[in-house]
């Protein structure tokens, strides 16, 4: 280049990726979108918006019985002072 010395052993981060990407769908509080994640072996990610973590026990053992090798995720909002 013009604006800066080539660069020699240089590291690139992130490493290209050479896989299939993880895909996650969004659930909410039904059944239909557990199973729909499920069927389709995708990650399922969870809404704190709609409630305490253990209000979604019942459906993550759902999608655990349907699809034990997916990721399960759950976002949580806090207000820091």
């Given at each position: 280049?013009?604006?800066?010395?080539?660069?020699?052993?240089?590291?690139?981060?992130?490493?290209?990726?050479?896989?299939r990407p993880?895909?996650?769908?969004?659930?909410?509080?039904?059944?239909d979108s557990?199973?729909?994640?499920?069927?389709?072996?995708?990650?399922?990610?969870?809404?704190?918006?709609?409630?305490?973590?253990?209000?979604?026990?019942?459906?993550?053992?759902?999608?655990?019985?349907?699809?034990?090798?997916?990721?399960?995720?759950?976002?949580?909002?806090?207000?820091?002072?």
């Amino acid at each position: 280049g013009t604006t800066r010395p080539p660069l020699e052993n240089a590291r690139v981060e992130p490493r290209p990726f050479n896989g299939r990407p993880r895909i996650w769908i969004g659930g909410g509080t039904s059944e239909d979108s557990i199973r729909s994640a499920a069927s389709r072996k995708l990650d399922l990610h969870l809404p704190g918006v709609f409630g305490p973590a253990p209000i979604f026990a019942p459906l993550v053992k759902l999608y655990r019985d349907l699809f034990p090798e997916g990721r399960v995720g759950f976002t949580a909002h806090i207000h820091v002072k």
